[in-house]
């Protein structure tokens, strides 16, 4: 099946469609890897002779784009992310770090927030000002990220729902995702946040690894850890580029036993050098890590643990921070619980296979030659160079 067959597989609730809804996936599509930032910005480009070939017909307008994605099936659109994936299963373009486990990483990100406009799917929160208690509404969402060697992908995204907690749809999302994706991943990797009892258990029987980071949210445990880890000589000691890491390792903790499995603790105390840009004077700085998970001496090594730790990171600097600066998710393409999800789902899915594309489609002196904004610039250019006559009236 092509790209576009399965573009055009989505469906949505409509009756007596006018438009079709191939028709919208495909603008949005565009819209996300042209990274043109907003509905009105996509409807700018409507002279553009391009959506004659791609769509077969004009451009809908900006308000039937936003309508028809808060009608559009999210089943279909994670279907796409799930031929995404497949495909590049079946390539072997997904290959697992060294230490050979496939780590999914979930984390919860807040999309939208206003003071004056809300919804049905809005959570709420009280603000304590100068001027008085404010009562805010924003939109958070959970998100799930497979982390490969080289080339990792967004998986999933599940919203937070209006008086749940990020765990609860950290759930629904894990859940779907084994049932979706069931041997994607090994371990399911997570802030301080999940480092609790049911979430443990809950990965536990359902035949996965968890790991977390440990932080005063276990005081049991950290406390026995640190006075376990000041007497005990350092498990590894490396050189990790410009860190070096003292790492410290211990499967033998009592200290939770409401988990069913067996936990351990590793801790990784890291020290690198800075020269300050004021002074020119070089600085040591250190940081202490310590995660807590179920993955046993035998299935992962220390490194391997302190790896998957950091590992965390991806989801915030490759997965959110690239989203929201680069390809504009955090826009509030229309204010509306089902088409905010809908046009997240997109913005990973086409994340996912710029991503792709550049990391295994253009080769090595390519992509030494140009960054990726480059060529994110240059698909907004094959819209922009097609533009005949002057740009629509504004709707």
Same mark, same amino acid.
């Given at each position: 099946?092509?790209?576009?067959?399965?573009?055009?597989?989505?469906?949505?609730?409509?009756?007596?469609?006018?438009?079709?809804?191939?028709?919208?996936?495909?603008?949005?599509?565009?819209?996300?890897?042209?990274?043109?930032?907003?509905?009105?910005?996509?409807?700018?480009?409507?002279?553009?002779?391009?959506?004659?070939?791609?769509?077969?017909?004009?451009?809908?307008?900006?308000?039937?784009?936003?309508?028809?994605?808060?009608?559009?099936?999210?089943?279909?659109?994670?279907?796409?992310?799930?031929?995404?994936?497949?495909?590049?299963?079946?390539?072997?373009?997904?290959?697992?770090?060294?230490?050979?486990?496939?780590?999914?990483?979930?984390?919860?990100?807040?999309?939208?927030?206003?003071?004056?406009?809300?919804?049905?799917?809005?959570?709420?929160?009280? *603000?304590?000002?100068?001027?008085?208690?404010?009562?805010?509404?924003?939109?958070?969402?959970?998100? *799930?990220?497979?982390?490969?060697?080289?080339?990792?992908?967004?998986?999933?995204?599940?919203?937070?729902?209006?008086?749940?907690?990020?765990?609860?749809?950290?759930?629904?999302?894990?859940?779907?995702?084994?049932?979706?994706?069931?041997?994607?991943?090994?371990?399911?990797?997570?802030?301080?946040?999940?480092?609790?009892?049911?979430?443990?258990?809950?990965?536990?029987?359902?035949?996965?690894?968890?790991?977390?980071?440990?932080?005063?949210?276990?005081?049991?445990?950290?406390?026995?850890?640190?006075?376990?880890?000041?007497?005990?000589?350092?498990?590894?000691?490396?050189?990790?580029?410009?860190?070096?890491?003292?790492?410290?390792?211990?499967?033998?903790?009592?200290?939770?036993?409401?988990?069913?499995?067996?936990?351990?603790?590793?801790?990784?105390?890291?020290?690198?050098?800075?020269?300050?840009?004021?002074?020119?004077?070089?600085?040591?700085?250190?940081?202490?890590?310590?995660?807590?998970?179920?993955?046993?001496?035998?299935?992962?090594?220390?490194?391997?643990?302190?790896?998957?730790?950091?590992?965390?990171?991806?989801?915030?600097?490759?997965?959110?921070?690239?989203?929201?600066?680069?390809?504009?998710?955090?826009?509030?393409?229309?204010?509306?619980?089902?088409?905010?999800?809908?046009?997240?789902?997109?913005?990973?899915?086409?994340?996912?296979?710029?991503?792709?594309?550049?990391?295994?489609?253009?080769?090595?002196?390519?992509?030494?030659?140009?960054?990726?904004?480059?060529?994110?610039?240059?698909?907004?250019?094959?819209?922009?160079?097609?533009?005949?006559?002057?740009?629509?009236?504004?709707?």
């Amino acid at each position: 099946m092509r790209w576009e067959d399965r573009l055009d597989a989505v469906s949505d609730d409509r009756r007596r469609p006018q438009i079709a809804t191939s028709v919208i996936v495909r603008a949005v599509v565009v819209m996300f890897l042209g990274r043109l930032g907003s509905l009105n910005a996509l409807e700018q480009t409507k002279p553009s002779r391009f959506w004659l070939r791609w769509l077969g017909e004009t451009m809908p307008s900006a308000d039937s784009v936003g309508r028809i994605c808060s009608l559009m099936d999210v089943g279909g659109v994670r279907g796409v992310h799930h031929d995404v994936y497949t495909r590049l299963k079946r390539m072997k373009a997904l290959v697992p770090p060294k230490h050979g486990l496939m780590l999914a990483v979930v984390d919860g990100h807040e999309s939208t927030a206003s003071r004056k406009r809300c919804c049905s799917g809005c959570c709420q929160r009280t *603000l304590h000002t100068t001027q008085g208690d404010v009562l805010e509404y924003y939109h958070r969402h959970v998100a *799930l990220r497979l982390v490969g060697q080289d080339l990792s992908l967004m998986l999933d995204a599940e919203p937070v729902r209006p008086g749940e907690d990020e765990l609860a749809a950290a759930r629904r999302l894990v859940e779907r995702a084994l049932e979706v994706y069931p041997r994607a991943f090994d371990v399911v990797a997570g802030d301080a946040l999940y480092a609790n009892t049911d979430w443990f258990n809950f990965l536990t029987e359902r035949g996965k690894h968890a790991l977390a980071v440990l932080k005063n949210n276990r005081p049991n445990l950290i406390d026995d850890a640190r006075s376990l880890f000041g007497i005990l000589p350092a498990h590894v000691d490396v050189d990790c580029g410009k860190r070096r890491r003292r790492c410290w390792d211990c499967d033998t903790f009592t200290s939770w036993p409401a988990v069913s499995a067996q936990v351990r603790v590793v801790r990784s105390l890291e020290t690198w050098t800075v020269r300050r840009q004021l002074d020119r004077q070089e600085e040591e700085l250190t940081s202490d890590w310590m995660w807590v998970t179920t993955l046993s001496a035998l299935q992962a090594s220390t490194q391997a643990v302190v790896d998957m730790g950091h590992e965390r990171w991806s989801i915030e600097n490759q997965g959110f921070n690239e989203l929201v600066n680069r390809w504009h998710s955090n826009h509030v393409f229309r204010h509306h619980p089902a088409a905010i999800l809908i046009f997240i789902l997109f913005a990973m899915l086409c994340l996912n296979v710029f991503m792709a594309f550049y990391c295994r489609n253009l080769k090595p002196e390519v992509r030494r030659a140009v960054t990726m904004l480059h060529v994110g610039k240059l698909i907004a250019a094959e819209l922009y160079t097609e533009i005949r006559g002057p740009p629509p009236a504004p709707t």
